[in-house]
């Protein structure tokens, strides 16, 4: 589920794109997934994943809180049972994070990670299983953001004026270094996007230097061609089989 996630997150790196002036992103808002992967040749869906957007104010700062909750459906857990959190902090306005937390629970693994942003300086702690908590300092690029935060961002841009086979590099952060990402416009296609129906969407192909990502143009986003860019569908490759995550219900958008 881990490469799931960098899937799921470079999918959405598109950040050099030009902005629009107005976020799309507000608070209250929620994405379900159903999360499939190839078994002996069928689709078979194994996991949920919510995405949800909310508001919290401390004494000096309001922030956007963004999560993302992987889980497997419970007929499942006696084979592989997942339970993973993913949580950004972020400025309502421009999303940059401030605060990335991530907790997984998978077959038994466990795994806890702790980010503070402080402009191009990240400070980390991480707590694997049952060993001592370790901490460390590292410097990032000042448009690098972490995974959730860039699954959001993606959602203000502008894809209208943008040609087929235009490309990008990009850079996310992700356990405790930076991914260098290449995306591709690959134009639009309809694809159903579960309550909200069939959508015309901008189609996307991405491309890591990780081993958690396979094949050319295998691993691939489609984001609705409106004002809210809702990710309806997306396709991945990797190392141990392929896989999809397909929009089921959007509410408060």
């Known amino acids: 589920m881990k490469r799931l996630l960098l899937c799921l997150g470079t999918a959405f790196l598109l ?15 929620k994405l379900v997934y159903a999360g499939s992967y190839n078994m002996s040749g069928l689709m078979t869906q194994l996991a949920q994943v919510t995405m949800s957007t909310e508001t919290v104010a ?6 956007l809180h963004l999560s993302c909750e992987l889980s497997t459906y419970s007929k499942w857990d006696s084979f592989f049972k997942i339970r993973d959190i993913y949580e950004s902090y972020v400025n309502p306005t421009n999303l940059e994070p401030s605060l990335y937390k991530r907790s997984i629970d998978e077959g038994g693994y ?7 942003f402080k402009g191009n300086t990240v400070n980390s702690t991480v707590k694997k299983r049952n060993r ?9 690029g000042g448009s690098t953001q972490d995974v959730i935060s860039m699954l959001y961002k993606v959602r203000t841009l502008d894809f209208s004026k943008m040609k087929e086979g235009q490309t990008q590099s990009l850079m996310i952060v992700f356990d405790e270094k930076q991914v260098p990402v290449t995306l591709k416009y690959m134009g639009k296609e309809t694809v159903n996007a579960g309550n909200l129906g069939q959508k015309p969407c901008y189609k996307i192909s991405i491309g890591a230097k990780t081993d958690a990502l396979r094949g050319k143009d295998k691993n691939l986003i489609w984001l609705t061609a409106d004002a809210k860019k809702i990710p309806a569908l997306l396709k991945f490759s990797i190392p141990v089989g392929t896989g999809q995550l397909v929009l089921t219900s959007a509410t408060g958008i």
Do not use: D, L
Request: glycine share 2%.
């Open 15 to 29: 950040s050099a794109f030009a902005p629009q002036s107005n976020p799309a992103i507000k608070a209250g808002e």
């Open 58 to 63: 401390t004494s000096k700062n309001a922030y």
């Open 110 to 116: 466990t795994k806890k990670e702790k980010y503070t």
């Open 132 to 140: 001592p908590e370790t901490q460390k300092t590292f410097t990032i």
